[in-house]
């Protein structure tokens, strides 16, 4: 059966990993001609997908589960909707109440791990559980909780359109240095997060790498992310004496634009289920040097498309970035392979067939 009518659920529309999947699979499945409905608390994004003709509604996922689940059930039946796409924990039990009334299908996507309370709840119940790496499906399996018939890797997908290293990107991320402060022979690294907490994405490291070693005396970084840590990181950047290195650009909404401006995305966090600011980083060609945790190694391959060093190794980070500093023949390479690797392996419209062809069998057998 040829499913027409979609709802995404997902708590909010802010920037962020599971934000930017809904974002994406919305636009892309509006494209392919299916009837997309959104509901969320709302946000930035959710103001772009109005642009784009797809309706919104603004619905307290996280703030009342029961409230939420009736309006979702409005919702289903207002548009005959024939299957949900619940994305993070609250939207989970919110879309699995309302599915179990209105007696249709839902799926989940699983973008971290779930603690046993989760994995023991609604959750469980949802027609199919798409996991972001396979990193997290072998631990949903090692855990044995959930039913492993349930449970399938499909990869974020990359608009490697959007994503692409082109002339006007290039052109306005020269600019955008400027803007930064940042000449063109300075070397600099990026990190794209939530500042969640203090070192969760590996902010931290950074600063003690930028603060410790000689050769990494000269170089700067940017910090594209906000949370309610980042003063903290300030403070720590002045302690260390190197705040004038630091360029804290806050949430910015053009990151092609942002990614053509750095030259290495710096990914040293500590738990990674896929990696999405990696990837949107080598789909613009750029080298990522990072901890090989969770999902990344799936993502990343050392020596090809960046490179990759044992959790907590801010020696060996310092090093492989140094490599990359001062081989300009290696980051064109790496460059060349990172584009690659993205468009054979994670391009949003494999992703998204991947997606679609799964609700079609989920609704046909339902």
């Known amino acids: 059966m040829q499913v027409t009518n979609l709802l995404l659920v997902v708590p909010r529309l802010n920037i962020g990993g599971a ?5 994406q699979l919305a636009k892309q499945l509006k494209a392919m001609d299916y009837n997309i409905y959104v509901a969320s608390w709302g946000g930035l994004l959710a103001n772009e997908l109005k642009n784009m003709g797809i ?3 603004k619905v307290p996922i ?17 548009h005959n909707i024939q299957l949900v796409h619940a994305n993070s924990e609250a939207a989970g039990q919110a879309t699995a109440l309302a599915c179990m009334r209105a007696n249709i299908p839902w799926v989940y996507t699983a973008h971290g791990r779930l603690n046993f309370m989760e994995q023991q709840s609604n959750i469980a119940q949802a027609q199919r559980i798409i996991c972001v790496s396979d990193y997290l499906r072998n631990r949903f399996l090692s855990e044995g909780y959930l039913d492993p018939q349930k449970l399938i890797t499909i990869y974020n997908g990359i608009d490697t359109a959007t994503y692409s290293p082109t002339p006007e990107n290039l052109s306005k991320g020269i600019h955008l240095r400027e803007k930064w402060g940042v000449t063109r022979s300075d070397f600099l690294l990026g990190i794209v997060s939530r500042v969640a907490r203090p070192n969760m994405k590996g902010h931290m490291d950074l600063l003690h790498l930028l603060a410790t070693y000689e050769n990494a005396k000269n170089w700067k970084l940017v910090i594209i992310g906000k949370g309610k ?3 903290f990181l300030k403070y720590k950047a002045w302690r260390f004496g190197i705040y004038d290195r630091i360029i804290f650009a806050g949430h910015h909404t053009d990151m092609p634009v ?3 401006a750095i030259d290495v995305m710096a990914f040293p966090s500590k738990l990674e289920t896929f990696g999405l600011a990696a990837a949107e980083a080598m789909s613009m060609g750029k080298p990522v040097v990072a901890y090989a945790v969770g999902g990344l190694p799936e993502v990343v391959d050392d020596g090809s498309t960046g490179f990759l060093v044992e959790k907590n190794g801010i020696k060996a980070l ?3 970035l140094l490599l990359v500093c001062n081989d300009l023949t290696l980051q064109k390479r790496i460059s060349l392979n990172s584009r690659e690797k993205i468009i054979q392996n994670f391009s949003y419209s494999q992703t998204t067939d991947k997606i679609a062809d799964l609700y079609n069998a989920i609704v046909t057998n339902y």
């Open 318 to 320: 310092y090093e492989k």
């Open 62 to 78: 996280r703030l009342h589960k029961g409230l939420a689940s009736m309006m979702l059930e409005k919702i289903i039946h207002r």
């Open 19 to 23: 934000e930017s999947y809904v974002f």
């Open 258 to 260: 942002a990614l053509s």
């Open 55 to 57: 309706t919104h509604y």
């Open 229 to 231: 840590y980042l003063p």
